[in-house]
């Protein structure tokens, strides 16, 4: 049974930083290329960051480019999202994905297996 376990939201005030973690099991990870989203209250998913299977590739939306950094550690079967200069806008239900492509997409449909997501909420 694949799980994803996100953990590491909370409430942080603009400018702040936060550091999401996502715990994978009963996959093998190294052969997943890893993505995060975000959904914010009444809007679509949106794809915020992805990662290659070894770790050599990343991609970001434009809107985090430069504030936010992905990671992963095939060893311990994690990934993570170092979020730096908050704003008001990043407020969302942040998920983890995995998905088999061997280029991380930034699609939802591109992933095979979610995270329940966790709240990272930033006041202004």
């Known amino acids: 049974q694949v799980q994803l376990v996100e953990s590491g939201g909370g409430l942080v005030q603009a400018g702040g930083s936060l550091r999401l973690s996502c715990a994978a099991s009963?996959?093998?990870?190294?052969?997943?290329?890893m993505g995060w989203f975000r959904q914010a209250p009444g809007k679509e998913r949106e794809f915020v960051a992805a990662?290659?299977?070894?770790?050599?590739?990343?991609y970001y939306a434009d809107s985090v480019k430069g504030r936010f950094t992905i990671s992963r550690d095939n060893a311990k079967n994690m990934v993570y999202l170092q979020m730096n200069s908050l704003k008001p806008e990043d407020t969302a239900v942040y998920s983890c994905?995995?998905?088999?492509?061997?280029?991380?997409?930034?699609?939802?449909?591109?992933?095979?297996?979610w995270g329940q997501g966790t709240q990272v909420t930033v006041s202004s």
């Open positions: 990662i290659s299977r070894s770790g050599a590739r990343t």
């Open positions: 994905a995995a998905g088999l492509g061997a280029i991380p997409g930034n699609r939802p449909a591109q992933y095979r297996y």
């Open positions: 009963g996959l093998t990870f190294s052969s997943y290329a």
